[in-house]
């Protein structure tokens, strides 16, 4: 059984200056173990769908028929008294900033005792020990425990986050760009921590990141995410080899890695749309190189394209021929526009 | 030739770090050295990438170009001219060619000024009101940015604009002067990969062009594989390696240079970052007070790098390294 299974969800965010479409009839399911990295650019919503499976949305923005099965319960079901036996102590959440994930007045060390204490996994006493072992495992000195924020750099921040989450040792981590913002070094290093970390404790993981190079290395499986919808999910292998809608395969062209021939980088045309009304046909098409007169109108269903590998493209069967076409700079140029 | 457009010599900045009262009064003055003893030319028509991990100095490093701070030793000079003595009516001239480029398109621009008084303002400060001359200046400046048909921009505030499209104003911002030297910090990293390219390209066409040059500081080697011409890697206030960037990138030679190139990501699955081979890998570095400023993280330090600080070495064409792995000829002889 799957550890947990989205299915259709809807996020609309209320606003003064109308609703904001964020999440449009998404559904993916994670196995126990495995890791998922969902990608997509800024406002594309991946961050709305961490908040929902934590039910940290505000009241009335998720849709009625959407469903968050966890370990086969649904969460959009659960009461508040319920989510606060789940958060974090089943679904731990490693948090985009790691400055304001803590607490500036209180040591490191004790902020994690007090979740310890709080989900009744530990007293007092014996939370020390665990807390050496958990700092050593991140590659923090154990004496840190004693410190307060203020004296962490953003990576040690970020490793004692890391240490937090896995404290109460949540059976699925959800990671929001837990490295966005600090040096490729210390990045590389964390992502590796964080990676033995998952394999050790058997934990599912699900790593929501803009950057291609995190997901290539440290995903199983890979879900692309554009303007609310997802548009591709598969194998990293799938994703980044055969990518097959055409969202990714320009996603693809702007990664600029320093090995191997420099290519000539390619932009997509256009920004992605402002979510203010659910997009008729499909919500890449503005952008598309490959849009037909369909695309406007019909919404393009998820269908496979293989055994492990998902796509919301119309041209699905015309994938390979794409994918040739997108590596040339001529066939971005003329995007058909609004 | 003439005088390069930006010389930089043995330049070094640094901060006090006394904070409370009593040290102030009393204590021993102690520095950050952000900037220690860096040397380097940039021509027109050329793009100089400037990296390193934050604290390394890079981005001290620019603004003191800029005048933003004072140096305590050491020399910028900017077409032959040192910029810190600079009579107070050259000063004008001297900020009119040298421009900066921001992060953050989202915090450097106006938010109650349109995209017009925004790319207008610098001909407003340099005396430049005629009202067909500046429409014109903005207009072009709008295009050469790349935000088309520049016309329908003009009365368009930032906040209905995309990051991409805010980044472009900045440019057009930055160009409407014509000025000599671009100073480009970080001028990606807040942009989504789709609309980042876009950006990149442009910055390769200005250097094209021939008449500006570019200093791109940023962390990530991957853009500045892209765009530029060569590439002076820091580490704490010193730069360790310069060179052309395709041999720099190929063919890194101080151990700096290889852990910071191993750490990239590449898509390529199974192709991956490799571990970079580095001591005490947690460590905050700070510079020590005797020999190469890399001797705790480096792993192939031997013990003259406890005593004596490396000093550049050249190992090919305009390839230098600071590292005693390298000696020059008339040393081994």
């Known amino acids: ?18 609703d904001v479409y964020a999440v449009d009839d998404v559904s993916f399911a994670l196995e126990k173990g495995d890791s998922l990295g969902l990608v997509g650019e800024s406002g594309s919503g991946k961050t709305t769908i961490g908040k929902a499976i934590l039910r940290l949305l505000p009241e009335g923005c998720v849709a009625g028929d959407s469903r968050i099965f966890f370990d086969g319960k649904d969460l959009l079901d659960a009461s508040e008294r319920e989510m ?13 900033s790691a400055m304001n994930a803590l607490d500036p007045v209180v040591r490191v060390g004790d902020l994690i005792t007090e979740a310890m204490v709080l989900h009744g996994l530990t007293d007092r006493g014996g939370a020390d020990g665990k807390i050496k072992e958990l700092f ?13 924020p203020h004296m962490f750099s953003g990576g040690m921040r970020q490793r004692a986050v890391i ?90 062209n702007g990664f600029l890695g320093v090995s191997g021939k420099v290519r000539e980088v390619i932009s997509i045309p256009g920004a992605p749309p402002r979510l203010a009304a659910p997009a008729r046909g499909c919500s ?50 003329e995007a058909p526009g609004e | 030739m003439s005088e390069p457009l930006l010389a930089v010599d043995s330049l070094k900045v640094r901060f006090s770090s006394r904070t409370g009262i ?69 000063l004008k001239a001297f900020r009119k060619s040298v421009q900066l480029i921001f992060q953050d398109p989202y915090q450097s621009l106006n938010p109650r ?40 921009f003009l009365r368009r ?40 390219a876009g950006i990149l390209n442009l910055f390769r066409e200005f250097a094209k062009s021939g008449r500006v040059g570019i200093l791109y500081v940023s962390h990530d080697l991957g853009t500045i594989r892209y765009i530029c011409d060569r590439v002076a890697i820091m580490y704490l206030g010193r730069i360790v390696e310069i060179g052309p960037t395709a041999e720099v990138m190929q063919n890194p030679s101080h151990p700096y240079t290889r852990a910071l190139i191993d750490s990239v990501p590449e898509i390529e699955p199974g192709v991956g970052r490799k571990d970079p081979e580095l001591l005490e890998k947690f460590i905050e570095d700070t510079a020590p007070l005797h020999g190469c400023r890399f001797q705790r993280r480096c792993p192939l330090r031997k013990d003259e790098c406890f005593v004596h600080e490396p000093e550049p070495v050249r190992i090919g064409r305009g390839h230098e390294v600071a590292c005693h792995l390298y000696r020059t000829r008339s040393d081994a002889s």
């Open chain 1, 284 to 333: 890449f098409r503005p952008r598309c190189p490959f849009s037909e007169s369909r695309c406007e109108t019909e919404k393009p269903p998820m269908q496979e394209a293989s055994c492990s590998h998902r796509v919301a493209c119309h041209f699905r069967e015309r994938a390979s021929e794409m994918r040739e076409q997108a590596m040339s700079p001529a066939a971005w140029r």
């Open chain 2, 113 to 152: 000024f349109t995209v017009f008084r925004c790319v207008a303002e610098p001909l407003f400060i340099h005396g430049i009101r005629d009202r067909r001359e500046t429409r014109d200046r903005a207009v072009s400046a709008l295009r050469s940015s790349g935000l088309l048909p520049p016309e329908d």
């Open chain 1, 1 to 18: 059984m799957a550890v947990l299974d989205v299915r259709k969800l809807s996020v609309t965010y209320r606003s003064g200056d109308g």
């Open chain 1, 136 to 148: 050593a495992s991140v590659g923090l000195d154990v004496d840190r425990r004693m410190h307060y």
């Open chain 1, 84 to 96: 606060r036996a789940i958060r974090g102590r089943k679904i731990g959440l490693i948090p985009q």
């Open chain 2, 22 to 90: 009593l040290s102030q009064l009393f204590g021993e003055e102690r520095y950050v050295r952000a900037v220690d003893g860096v040397s380097f030319r940039l021509e027109r028509g050329e793009i100089l990438g400037l990296a390193g991990e934050s604290g390394c100095g890079k981005s001290t490093l620019s603004f003191t170009i800029l005048r933003h701070y004072q140096p305590c030793e050491g020399r910028v000079a900017f077409d032959g001219i040192d910029v810190f003595s600079l009579a107070k009516k050259d």
């Open chain 2, 157 to 196: 505030y930032p906040h209905e604009l995309s990051g991409g499209q805010r980044q472009r104003v900045a440019i057009a911002r930055a160009i409407v002067l014509n000025p000599s030297l671009l100073v480009a910090d970080e001028p990606v990293s807040m942009l989504d990969v789709s609309v980042r």
């Open chain 1, 163 to 252: 240490a937090m989450a896995f404290a109460l040792e949540p059976s699925l981590i959800i990671a929001d760009e837990p490295t966005t913002g600090l040096d490729v070094i210390v990045q590389g290093q964390i992502l590796k921590e964080l990676s033995k970390l998952v394999a050790r404790t058997g934990s599912t993981f699900m790593i929501i990141t803009h950057d291609m190079g995190v997901v290539a290395e440290h995903c199983r499986t890979v879900a692309v995410m554009y303007a609310g919808r997802l548009v591709e999910v598969g194998s990293a292998r799938d994703i980044l080899l055969s990518p097959s809608h055409p969202y990714t395969m320009g996603l693809r």
